[in-house]
Nanobody, 116 residues
Framework: QVQLVESGGGLVQPGGSLRLSCAAS????????MGWYRQAPGKQRELVAT???????NYLDSVKGRFTISRDIAKGAVYLQMNSLKPEDTAVYYC??????????WGQGTQVTVSS
């Protein structure tokens, strides 16, 4: 079993920055992929960024060049540095972990609001 807890969300002005953190606990050695998804009101959940245990990344096109995902494998942690934030980035951001057995675990979500 894996438990995920996100932190770092909040209210920020357009153009500002925010850093999200996710800490995994439990059987962290079984985790292969970790990343971030988001869901805005009235929209489908979408992948924001993921990173495999081997360091391969995948980003949503609209965040490329602005967001950076990083991981601390030993600690079972994943981070999302978000720069040049836009109002359209407003959403609940969820941490996700995928095990080698292809089981998904989700954090509780953290609200990111970009508004002046």
């Amino acid at each position: 079993q894996v438990q995920l807890v996100e932190s770092g969300g909040g209210l920020v002005q357009p153009g500002g920055s925010l850093r999200l953190s996710c800490a995994a606990s439990g059987s962290i050695s079984v985790i292969n992929v970790m990343g971030w998804y988001r869901q805005a009101p009235g929209k489908q959940r979408e992948l924001v960024a993921t990173m495999t245990r081997g360091g391969i990344t995948n980003y949503l096109d609209s965040v490329k060049g602005r967001f950076t995902i990083s991981r601390d494998i030993a600690k079972g942690a994943v981070y999302l540095q978000m720069n040049s934030l836009k109002p359209e980035d407003t959403a609940v951001y969820y941490c996700n972990a995928q095990t080698f057995a292809r089981r998904h675990y989700w954090g509780q979500g953290t609200q990111v609001t970009v508004s002046s």
